[in-house]
């Protein structure tokens, strides 16, 4: 059947390549940065009013610096100091900070006081190493924090005669401290971007060249098992041939002969494709016309080869008819979705649906079986080699490794997950720019 769909739950594929936000930031870290300036406040305290002379409301400072040591202490014997804090977390740890820092300078003489210019501290941690959503709520604390202290704050207990700073001044303090915390977090911040954007790149590149790598030497057993097969298939294919013409017609044995020869037979196949260089057999037919077709008539001819597992195939395509996605069937493409169809074919009950949903941006297939689903256990390790897809009664586990590395190829990407009522779900996810090829009809 056919009807229009507003691919609502269909995400963007076309987002950035690389996330810039950070994933927080490490415990130990701002445990350490609390501490030096847990310790470098008390100093200065101890410093200003026994040393210097300056008299100081020690009890409400005491208490300020007091929680931070406290809070430190509490942290650090609750959580291992190798404990990543997500970025909520870091952030409303700093956001503590700023404001205990506001709480300080506003017994100590507001914006007047030299210390006030640690208010940065904060913001460049968060540039650096959080979302920018979090630095610009931390920004924001920080302008609010100054402003206040430069209207409201207890004066410094001053000698007579000492310079009392002026209130352009003061405002002069307030205007630095602002384009400092601006400027600061903005430089720090793109510079940080640029260098996670780097690291992420290179641990992309890393990644798929670790996968690339695990199907050339998948490729490669493949090459040697079917160079070592070819002999001994080929007798049972001579001596089922040979039992066939030599059995009476029409006995049972004579047709078990014909179905082990068959059977043999599409083993050699299968065996001959696996000896042949990767672009031998890049289409079905010798010319790309005869491979480009629909999407649904794509999946059509991948269940094709299934009809005999007595499972019923049901495709369902939710789009506008006249703009169904046209495309090379290429063997990527065909022993990709063969790998997933076989799969689902294999554990169904009874049924395998294969719903199809397209936009102008966007090709979505879901492939759905009645069968027992994935196990909890192998779900988030779905495309991994070696790993099973169904407990108990799995392969391998290559074939779903090789099914997301030729979809990949296409330009697509595979997710998994299961039925509430029971069964798997297989969706593929393309770009309509990436999976849709030219009219080779067209001049």
């Known amino acids: 059947m056919s009807e229009k769909s507003p691919l609502m739950s269909i995400p963007s594929i076309e987002s950035d390549a690389i996330n810039l936000a950070a994933s927080g930031m490490r415990l130990k870290t701002l445990v350490y940065i609390r501490w030096l300036a847990v310790l470098g406040q008390a100093l200065t305290v101890i410093l200003v009013h026994f040393a210097f002379g300056y008299s100081l409301p020690l009890l409400p400072i005491a208490l300020l610096i007091s929680a931070s040591a406290i809070l430190n202490l509490l942290v650090s014997l ?112 793109l510079i940080a971007a640029d260098s996670r954007k780097m690291s992420d790149a290179l641990t992309v590149a890393r990644a798929e060249l670790a996968r690339e790598q695990q199907l050339s030497a998948v490729g490669g057993i493949a090459a040697a098992a079917a160079h070592e097969l070819g002999t001994p298939l080929n007798t049972i294919l001579l001596v089922s041939e040979e039992l066939k013409q030599a059995l009476p017609a029409g006995s049972d044995t004579a047709e078990d002969a014909a179905l082990l020869h068959d059977q043999a037979r599409k083993c050699a196949e299968v065996l001959a494709q696996l000896s042949q260089g990767p672009e031998t057999e890049r289409f079905i037919k010798d010319s790309a016309h005869h491979n480009f077709l629909s999407l649904d008539n794509l999946f059509s001819l991948a269940t094709e080869k299934y009809k005999d597992s007595h499972k019923k195939f049901v495709i369902q395509t939710h789009g506008e008819t006249a703009d169904i996605p046209r495309l090379f069937l290429t063997a990527e493409l065909r022993h990709g979705l063969g790998n997933l169809i076989s799969n689902a074919a294999e554990f169904a009950t009874s049924k395998v649906t294969i719903d199809l949903y397209w936009n102008e941006n966007l090709v979505r297939a879901e492939i759905r079986d009645d069968g027992p689903g994935f196990s909890e256990e192998v779900l988030d390790r779905l495309g991994e080699p070696y790993m099973s897809s169904r407990r108990g009664r799995g392969g391998m586990g290559l074939g779903v490794f090789i099914a997301d590395m030729l979809i990949k190829r296409s330009g697509g990407e595979l997710n998994f997950r299961n039925q509430k009522n029971g069964g798997a779900i297989v969706e593929i996810l393309w770009s309509r720019r990436e999976l849709e090829k030219s009219d080779p009809f067209s001049k």
């Open 78 to 189: 609750n959580r291992k100091p190798s404990t990543r804090l997500p970025n909520r977390g870091a952030l409303l740890y700093l956001f503590y900070d700023i404001l205990q820092l506001a709480g300080l300078l506003y017994f100590t003489g507001g914006l007047s006081n030299p210390f006030s210019v640690l208010f940065l501290v904060p913001v460049t941690i968060s540039a650096t190493n959080l979302t920018r959503q979090g630095t610009f709520f931390l920004g924001l604390t920080t302008l609010a924090c100054i402003t206040f202290l430069a209207l409201f704050y207890e004066p410094l207990p001053l000698p007579a005669g000492t310079l009392v700073l002026s209130q352009t001044y003061i405002l002069a303090i307030w205007a630095a401290l602002v384009l400092g915390t601006a400027f600061l977090s903005g430089y720090a911040w």
